[in-house]
């Protein structure tokens, strides 16, 4: 038990657990720093907050996300549920786009992400003839409007391929001069997939940021993209600076392949994120039975070394016709996906939407003395059950300022007199 007995704390958030089943420890802040983490802190604070038995920590990471395609599925028709439409009606779709209603559509987004306990997000923002800069402009202004609560880092991204629009390659060059964070590619798209790999890097290395492809998403083991993109990657020395999405060929494959193609990861510094809602969503369409979930086994390729996350991908759009960029109810429906139950498996889930999502985008996270006041409360008794339960989020701060308040569930019994 200890007391301070300089100026008053701005911030105790009392009664809460940092571990499974934990002990309850109190949590002092100064400034946007933390000062204790310790039972008992007896110190006069300008905002104290109850937690109740809540479980505690650095809050949500969302490695993969589109806000700029967001909520748009009135502007679309979804006859066959697969990848190829979904890109052909975005495609057309996003001609429309104009900065106003991208920016309502990811602002929309982006509270419910908060509201969810998301601290820190990558967004894909699609840069194109079609697109133009619009959504680019729009997506910059929800990053800086939003910053109070949320850190994202935006991804100029060739959706559509890159080969077959030569003039994109300027587009995304002149993104990353004007406030882009990274550079993406989908080589699926493109006629050229290595050419398409091996152009993204080209940016890649002129300005010195990270990579983020959207690789393999189908169900062909026999067919893959990231051969060139490993080779790249170490030609390079990008290593610890290159992730790739969806790869849901991985799933097909036999484990003795999936290890082995997890080693090579390991080796090269290339991270995975896989996108549960999207991957069941757009895959398998081909099969009237014993429906392939087409996700890839994050869980084992995690065990050998990789950095792994699990993502949101889409919101209401042909990608995914449903989402409340949740990441705890994503994490959920990946334990089920992967038919996972043993402590450690499900203490890995939560990481991948905390800790290793984190390091994926090269961030610290989590709770300790002298770091980041940002935290987020879960109405569990720990990270494992959070994951189990879909732990209902309570409440949030970002650098020791409260950005969200859930408040708890309040059960109300009629009187039987």
């Not at 979804?78 to 559509?105: H, N, P, W």
């Not at 990558?122 to 929800?142: H, N």
Request: one cysteine or more; aromatic letters at 6%; glycine letters at 8%.
């Amino acid at each position: 038990m200890s007391t301070a007995s300089d100026s008053p704390l701005d911030l105790l958030i009392r009664n809460v657990r940092v571990k499974e089943h934990g002990g309850l420890v109190d949590i002092a802040v100064r400034g946007n720093r933390i000062v204790a983490i310790e039972p008992g802190f007896r110190c006069e604070a300008v905002e104290d907050f109850d937690g109740d038995g809540a479980f505690a920590f650095g809050g949500f990471v969302d490695t993969h996300v589109h806000l700029d395609k967001a909520c748009i599925l009135d502007r679309c028709s979804i006859c066959e549920g697969t990848l190829a439409e979904a890109v052909r009606q975005t495609s057309s779709a996003k001609a429309d786009f104009t900065e106003a209603d991208v920016y309502d559509r990811a602002a929309q987004v982006v509270e419910k992400a908060i509201s969810h306990g998301t601290v820190r997000m990558r967004t894909f923002v699609e840069i194109d003839p079609r697109a133009g800069f619009r959504s680019f402009e729009a997506i910059k202004r929800v990053k800086e409007e939003y910053a109070f609560a949320i850190d994202i880092e935006i991804c100029a991204f060739a959706q559509d391929g890159l080969t077959n629009e030569p003039q994109m390659l300027d587009m995304l060059d002149r993104a990353l001069s004007e406030g882009a964070d990274l550079v993406g590619g989908c080589p699926y798209t493109d006629p050229d997939p290595v050419r398409h790999v091996d152009l993204i890097f080209s940016l890649a290395v002129r300005h010195g940021v990270a990579v983020d492809f959207h690789l393999d998403f189908h169900l062909d083991p026999g067919q893959s993209d990231l051969p060139a993109v490993i080779a790249a990657t170490e030609r390079h020395g990008w290593q610890e600076r290159v992730a790739i999405g969806h790869v849901t060929n991985l799933s097909a494959m036999p484990l003795a392949d999936v290890i082995h193609i997890a080693d090579k990861l390991a080796a090269a510094g290339i991270a995975l994120t896989v996108l549960p809602a999207t991957d069941l969503f757009l895959t398998g369409r081909g099969h009237d039975r014993l429906v392939p979930r087409g996700v890839a086994p994050a869980h084992v390729i995690a065990r050998r070394g990789v950095v792994t996350s699990i993502a949101t991908n889409n919101v209401m759009n042909p990608f995914t016709p449903y989402g409340d960029a949740s990441l705890i109810r994503m994490a959920n429906l990946y334990a089920n996906i992967a038919q996972l139950s043993r402590d450690d498996d499900i203490h890995s889930v939560f990481e991948m939407v905390g800790q290793s999502a984190a390091r994926q985008l090269g961030v610290q996270h989590g709770l300790w003395v002298g770091g980041d006041a940002t935290i987020v409360l879960v109405d569990a008794v720990g990270p494992m059950a959070a994951v189990r339960e879909v732990g209902r989020v309570l409440a949030g701060w970002k650098n020791g300022h409260m950005s969200f308040n859930n408040g708890r569930a309040r059960i109300r019994r009629r009187s039987l007199v």
